[in-house]
């Protein structure tokens, strides 16, 4: 079992920066792939960026690349999302996810990830 608490969100205007976290509780953390997604009001929840277990590997959607950057720390149980250059169209509840099942071919497909956190809100205002 794997419970996710995410962090870090806020307001912040164009072209600015925030740093998400997620912090993960459970021994199993380390053996889980990690994913952020988001969800615009009326939109459906998209992939934003993915990590491996190890961290070896990752994996952006095209709008977000060179101006986020995923990571994770598994000796703090931790997976972060570096948000630079942010846009008003960034603007979302962020969630994380994990999952042993994702890799680095299919960590945008949502329904791989068996735990979520309960996200956290991002504006960036124009």
């Known amino acids: 079992q794997v419970q996710l608490v995410e962090s870090g969100g806020g307001l912040v205007q164009a072209g600015g920066s925030l740093r998400l976290s997620c912090a993960g509780s459970?021994?199993?953390?380390?053996?889980?792939?990690m994913g952020w997604f988001r969800q615009a009001p009326g939109k459906e929840r998209e992939f934003v960026a993915g990590?491996?277990?190890?961290?070896?590997?990752?994996n952006y959607v095209d709008s977000v690349k060179g101006r986020f950057t995923i990571s994770r720390d598994n000796a703090k149980n931790t997976v972060y999302l570096q948000m630079n250059s942010l846009k008003p169209e960034d603007t979302a509840v962020y969630y994380c996810a994990a999952g042993e099942r994702p890799t680095i071919a299919t960590m945008m497909q949502r329904l791989l990830y068996e735990y979520w956190g309960q996200g956290t809100q991002v504006t960036v205002s124009s």
């Open positions: 990590i491996s277990w190890s961290g070896g590997s990752t």
């Open positions: 459970g021994r199993t953390f380390s053996r889980h792939a």
